[in-house]
């Protein structure tokens, strides 16, 4: 059993950047799939970035892409995302999410385990 727990989140202007950090407990991090959803009320939740196991791949939605990067280090079982040049609609609830489907797979059923979020509020 994986445990996923975030970290990063809060509150900064448009325009600013934050960075996120997951920390995984529990054996063969280095084997899953990792991403962040992200969700704000009323709405599914969003595949915003994700990465292949051994780092070599990333996928990310249209609108983050050229603004954030999500990175990894399995030697300390850790996956990041930064994120710059934030916009208001970036605001959410951000997971991060462990599974072996493939990374441009967007489903959240998909993805096998899930951290308890942390709030990303960007206001304009």
């Known amino acids: 059993q994986m445990q996923l727990v975030e970290s990063g989140g809060g509150l900064v202007q448009a325009g600013g950047s934050l960075a996120l950090s997951c920390v995984a407990s529990g054996p063969a991090f280095s084997k899953y799939n990792m991403a962040w959803f992200r969700q704000t009320p009323g709405k599914e939740r969003e595949l915003v970035a994700a990465i292949l196991w051994n780092g070599r791949q990333t996928y990310y939605t249209d609108s983050v892409k050229g603004r954030f990067t999500i990175s990894r280090d399995n030697r300390k079982n850790t996956i990041s995302l930064h994120m710059n040049n934030l916009k208001p609609d970036d605001t959410g609830v951000y997971y991060c999410?462990?599974?072996?489907?493939?990374?441009?797979?967007?489903?959240?059923?998909?993805?096998?385990?899930w951290g308890q979020g942390t709030q990303v509020t960007v206001s304009s």
């Open positions: 999410a462990a599974g072996s489907a493939a990374i441009s797979q967007t489903t959240p059923g998909l993805y096998d385990y």
